[in-house]
């Protein structure tokens, strides 16, 4: 062993060498897997650290539509300092009559528990809600006064009342417990709330209760006297249909996206360690060949093939740990780096922390893809003999790897692709990637393959550089696998990426004239269905309206058990988490399909039966018969599961989860949910027209701009497409260094080659029409495979995955697909320029 490091470190003293671009690919996927890895700690380790100041206290306690009965807020006020908001959207109206959508907060003398909210001017939450002249006050989010032409100062109409701005809000400790906002945020006291008219019963209002804990010390109380104080509140108050929270699970479904999306950039940054290996593979191979004198002297003063292999693997190892140790290091910087320079706008909580498991699951990765791309290059000199060795520059021997090798080969491949898949959130999803990642991998190198058959066997053409294009597209070390191996995974992920977003914001987008509603409307009371019926037939005569019934309710177990026990599918748990919307009605909703069971008849006055979303129902497990208990207005019902529907969700029409028979709820309290679609879409100038006339003939009713919803969900999409755009970036800049250090491996040939033709006439633009024909055809084989490739992939994971229609955009497949043909051009040339300047005879007096 002492004898092998010391002449891997012989071998290293000189430099790198062509270990460089080795070593970028190395620190390039390492840094991506380790900095995604890193961030996203950072941002669990804020949520931790911050979040009692998120929630609004240890723990949270939030029911829909009823307030908890005094006996529950007494059990909670007993054992901690308590507070009581409550949430809802309502329509906000200025003076001028102009309108949009606000979220409203109403809060207790004690908000906030944790943490502070901060006012522009600066003064107390308490001064500023207050009673003055016979008008509470409100503040708002900046983005209220942007919309509506407010000033501080001004009055706003909310419901039946009038309120006085008297303050922005600058700091909300608690915004992120809040989801997401289709509308500003707007804080009133609890009392304003109650004159506001929006109180009915069957509004949609969350009522939420947070209690601090008292511990004995300014200590917070320790996880395990939460989780005990939960379990007796919900022990005492079986029946509240409480959501409990607490500052160590805030969001579980922020968790869990957090979770996935971290995962899937991590499986992209490590496609750029993939496509890395190529160079890997290319930099051990070039290395190999270059020290093949080196090596056949070893061999020559007695050393073995084990020996000679040994050393060229220490030496390789050397080169990947300091890869690594550089991609480390950056990964581990990029959380300070982040706090730096975008701290003030990222909307969570991120601390700048070290990660030691994120740090070494890149580590993992690094070692991994050096050893699988490695080793088969390295084993290669094992059995070559010493004449052998020297007789590679001009006839290449053809040599098998020993089954020690391949087996090394194939069991570094396979760890690589088990860590993939046990370190994964999602282990289908990652299982998918490997397959995927497979194919892909060997349909290039059948596309390699194909390309240099087809050159071997094409006719001779008439023209020298076209002639001298195919040729080098075949002989013996040639471009072509690199080229396609390396080009031909970056341009797939990308165009797969590309394709996908394109997909998501086409659904999110996509309208349908009269069927795509243009509003939703909220709240409408019983008693004023007919006046708000009457009132869009003069307003909007031509709009498709569709009206139904709406509650909110939670699940709280299925088939007797708890749903805290049931173990659903990751993509259908969403459903048994908070608040659902419900209904019911004698007929099939539609939009929906009848794809098992039967429809209760119009009359029916049996047992409560309910319909089920089919995909749904099979991810957390239930058919037919079983029985789901939910809770509506505090009231615990049990119904049987009737039949199963296929939805389609993306009308965006009126449609929900659970369906019940109308003698389920008979007498409940509850509002209307109603839509509003225009047979030609409806446009911008009439939609804010409604809007506007709506807010005022019928104040306590809340409408719901479908467009601007969209647009604030769009914003939302387009700020993970740009985190995924920077990761899917890391991979093509992968591919371009793989494909620079092929062309930098193959420079000694292609002077050899280009000095020999000119020798026998070449001249410099024929050999530069030659260089540019090869790399033409290379790059547009590669481009036609990426589209294709990317775009499959796309669709599998569209319609299979996200369960979307596909759509084919040529606009970016194609621009995707141009860049990567004029790339390889580009680099390719580039790396020949110094060639054709290349003086024979200096050349060969060196040789």
């Known amino acids: 062993?002492?004898?092998?490091?010391?002449?891997?470190?012989?071998?290293?003293?000189?430099?790198?060498?062509?270990?460089?671009?080795?070593?970028?690919?190395?620190?390039?996927?390492?840094?991506?897997?380790?900095?995604?890895?890193?961030?996203?700690?950072?941002?669990?380790?804020?949520?931790?650290?911050?979040?009692?100041?998120?929630?609004?206290?240890?723990?949270?306690?939030?029911?829909?539509?009823?307030?908890?009965?005094?006996?529950?807020?007494?059990?909670?006020?007993?054992?901690?300092?308590?507070?009581?908001?409550?949430?809802?959207?309502?329509?906000?109206?200025?003076?001028?009559?102009?309108?949009?959508?606000?979220?409203?907060?109403?809060?207790?003398?004690?908000?906030?528990?944790s943490g502070s909210v901060t006012l522009d001017p600066p003064q107390s939450l308490v001064a500023a809600l207050e009673e003055r002249g016979g008008r509470f006050g409100i503040v708002a989010d900046a983005a209220l006064p942007a919309r509506l032409g407010l000033k501080v100062g001004d009055t706003l109409a909310i419901g039946t009342g009038q309120f006085q701005l008297r303050a922005i809000l600058t700091r909300e400790p608690d915004k992120l417990a809040g989801g997401i906002a289709l509308g500003p945020r707007v804080l009133m006291s609890r009392a304003a709330l109650d004159g506001s008219g929006l109180l009915q019963p069957g509004s949609l209002v969350r009522w939420t209760t947070r209690v601090l804990l008292r511990s004995g010390s300014d200590a917070p109380v320790s996880t395990e006297a939460l989780d005990r104080f939960v379990a007796a509140a919900k022990a005492a108050f079986p029946e509240s249909g409480w959501e409990a929270r607490t500052r160590n699970n805030v969001s579980p479904e922020f968790d869990r996206n957090l979770a996935r999306f971290t995962q899937f950039l991590t499986l992209v940054g490590l496609t750029a360690l993939i496509v890395g290996g190529v160079g890997v593979a290319n930099a051990v191979q070039a290395t190999v060949e270059r020290k093949r004198t080196s090596l056949a002297v070893m061999k020559a003063l007695g050393a073995t093939g084990g020996t000679v292999f040994a050393v060229s693997l220490t030496a390789v190892l050397a080169v990947a740990a300091l890869g690594i140790a550089a991609g480390l290091a950056v990964g581990a910087a990029l959380p300070y780096l982040a706090v730096i320079l975008f701290g003030t706008v990222i909307p969570f909580p991120l601390v700048a922390t070290i990660v030691p498991s994120a740090l070494g699951l890149g580590a993992l990765y690094g070692l991994l893809t050096a050893l699988a791309f490695s080793l088969g290059a390295l084993g290669r000199a094992h059995d070559i003999p010493v004449s052998a060795l020297f007789r590679d520059a001009v006839e290449p021997g053809r040599h098998r790897l020993r089954p020690r090798y391949r087996a090394a080969v194939l069991a570094a491949g396979l760890a690589l692709a088990g860590v993939t898949v046990l370190f994964a959130a999602d282990r289908r999803l990652a299982g998918l990637y490997v397959g995927a990642t497979i194919?892909?991998?060997?349909?290039?190198?059948?596309?390699?393959?194909?390309?240099?058959?087809?050159?071997?066997?094409?006719?001779?053409?008439?023209?020298?550089?076209?002639?001298?294009?195919?040729?080098?597209?075949?002989?013996?070390?040639?471009?072509?696998?690199?080229?396609?191996?390396?080009?031909?995974?970056?341009?797939?992920?990308?165009?797969?990426?590309?394709?996908?977003?394109?997909?998501?914001?086409?659904?999110?987008?996509?309208?349908?004239?009269?069927?795509?509603?243009?509003?939703?409307?909220?709240?409408?009371?019983?008693?004023?269905?007919?006046?708000?019926?009457?009132?869009?037939?003069?307003?909007?005569?031509?709009?498709?309206?569709?009206?139904?019934?709406?509650?909110r309710g939670r699940i709280t177990a299925l088939n007797g058990e708890p749903v805290e026990k049931v173990k659903a599918a990751q993509d259908a748990a969403w459903v048994l988490e908070g608040d659902r919307g419900i209904t019911f009605q004698d007929g099939v909703p539609e939009g929906s399909k009848l794809v098992a069971g039967a429809w209760w008849p119009k009359d029916y006055n049996g047992p409560p039966l309910v319909s089920f979303d089919r995909k749904l129902a099979d991810g957390i497990g239930l058919k037919l018969g079983d029985s789901v208990s939910v809770n509506v207005l505090g009231r615990t019902v049990t119904a049987r599961i009737a039949n199963l529907r296929q939805i389609d969700w993306e009308s965006f029409g009126i449609n929900f989860v659970m369906v019940f028979s109308p003698n389920t709820f008979r007498g409940a309290p509850h509002m209307l949910l109603a839509t509003a679609a225009f047979p030609d879409g409806g446009d911008q100038t009439r939609e804010l027209t409604l809007l506007k006339d709506v807010a005022a003939a019928f104040p306590t009713i809340t409408a719901v701009r479908v467009k601007d919803a969209l647009d604030a969900i769009n914003a939302l999409v387009g700020r993970l497409a740009l985190a995924i755009r920077g990761a899917s970036g890391v991979a093509v800049a992968a591919s371009i260094l793989v494909l620079a250090g092929a062309i930098a491996a193959g420079r000694r040939s292609r002077i050899y080659d280009a000095v020999v033709l000119k020798v026998l006439g070449a001249t410099r633009g024929r050999l530069l029409t030659a260089y540019l024909i090869e790399y033409g055809l290379l790059g547009l084989a590669t481009a036609i495979f990426g589209v294709l490739a990317g775009t499959g992939a796309a669709w599998f994971i569209v319609t299979r995955v996200m369960h979307f229609d596909f759509g084919f955009a040529w606009g970016p497949a194609l621009t995707a697909a141009v860049v990567a043909f004029l790339l390889t051009i580009a680099l390719g040339l580039l790396g020949t320029w110094r060639i054709l300047g290349q003086k024979p005879a200096g050349f060969l007096r060196a040789q």
């Open 1 to 113: 062993m002492a004898t092998i490091l010391r002449f891997a470190a012989r071998d290293l003293r000189g430099g790198l060498g062509g270990y460089w671009i080795f070593l970028a690919c190395i620190a390039l996927g390492v840094a991506a897997i380790a900095g995604v890895g890193s961030v996203a700690g950072g941002l669990q380790d804020g949520l931790a650290r911050e979040g009692r100041t998120i929630l609004g206290g240890d723990a949270a306690f939030s029911v829909m539509n009823t307030e908890p009965p005094p006996a529950a807020q007494a059990f909670l006020a007993e054992r901690g300092r308590v507070s009581s908001v409550g949430t809802l959207r309502a329509m906000g109206r200025a003076a001028d009559g102009a309108a949009g959508l606000i979220d409203i907060k109403a809060v207790d003398a004690a908000y906030p528990l």
């Open 439 to 551: 194919v892909v991998f060997l349909l290039l190198r059948g596309v390699a393959a194909g390309l240099m058959a087809l050159a071997r066997v094409a006719p001779h053409a008439r023209s020298l550089p076209l002639r001298l294009a195919v040729a080098n597209m075949h002989r013996p070390g040639a471009l072509t696998p690199s080229v396609v191996l390396s080009l031909g995974l970056g341009l797939t992920l990308l165009v797969t990426l590309t394709l996908i977003d394109v997909n998501i914001r086409d659904q999110l987008t996509h309208t349908a004239a009269g069927k795509t509603p243009s509003f939703f409307f909220v709240d409408i009371p019983n008693r004023a269905q007919g006046d708000f019926d009457a009132f869009m037939k003069t307003h909007a005569p031509d709009a498709v309206m569709q009206e139904v019934p709406m509650m």
